[in-house]
């Protein structure tokens, strides 16, 4: 490895520039150093007017996301040795609007979130003294993978689909939707049918699976869509050979 590395990184003020620009820095190159690492230490010792988000520095808070020599990743755990170059190029997250540098507005993903109830939704609630909604290893096995998303919106960055078409409710979401409707204590599935099975909803989706690809948490966004695909037909199809008997 180089014993500089230097960091070209996006900046941008849309209140007075017309136009992105890149601004390289150069920094002493360190094995240990994750890319939030350099990025802080231009911060506090080169330039304290570069902005960008962070705050558990330990991969659960999603928040330091950002596009690393064209891939979406999280800052905090991509390490500048596994870049065998002396420039890396960081960028903020493709498709969503800059508010400063490397800060991306994620008001849009913030408001499809709930559009898909990623809550438990019942039909009646049983009294506290009926005790906890208990669950099998086997039932809680069917959705775990699907509930470890942390809101990171790498499966956003990475979609195309969302790339052309910003009405797509998107990978995070749906997978929650999924990772719901696959819980045993759930009975909601029917109610989230009208976002999920929507114009703009899981048929969006062209399985292209650069979400999946791109996803810190392995949580496969792009087969919990196909999932929900397939049981949203089979409901649809039962519906019709057997009025009454789809969810």
């Known amino acids: 490895m180089p014993e500089q590395t230097v960091l070209e990184v996006y900046r941008y ?3 007075e520039e017309t136009e992105p620009r ?4 150069e920094i002493t190159y360190r094995d240990s150093w994750v890319v939030l690492d350099a990025l802080d230490h231009i911060k506090t010792e080169i330039d304290p007017t570069l902005s960008f988000r962070w705050s558990c520095r330990m991969g659960v808070c999603g928040s330091c996301g950002m596009t690393v020599n064209g891939e979406p990743k999280l800052t905090c755990e991509t390490f500048i040795r596994d870049y065998n170059t002396e420039t890396i190029k960081i960028e903020p997250l493709a498709h ?50 699907f509930s470890m998303c942390i809101n990171c919106m790498l499966c956003y960055s990475a979609c195309p689909v969302y790339g052309l078409n910003s009405l797509f409710t998107g990978p995070a979401a749906l997978a929650l939707a999924e990772r719901y409707n696959l819980d045993s204590r759930d009975e909601g599935t029917q109610e989230r049918s009208d976002v999920v099975t929507a114009h703009d909803g899981i048929w969006r989706c062209t399985y292209v699976g650069e979400c999946t690809k791109v996803c810190p948490k392995d949580v496969d966004p792009a087969g919990a869509i196909q999932m929900l695909k397939l049981s949203y037909a089979l409901d649809w199809a039962k519906s019709l050979v057997l009025p009454g008997r789809g969810r």
């Open 13 to 15: 003020l849309p209140d």
């Open 22 to 25: 890149f601004q390289s820095y």
């Open 96 to 145: 969503f609007p800059v508010i400063r540098d490397l800060v991306i507005n994620m008001q849009d993903f913030m408001e499809k979130l709930p559009t898909v109830s990623p809550w438990l939704i019942t039909d009646e609630d049983k009294p506290l003294e009926a005790g906890e909604y208990l669950q099998t290893p086997a039932q809680m096995a069917r959705y775990k993978r």
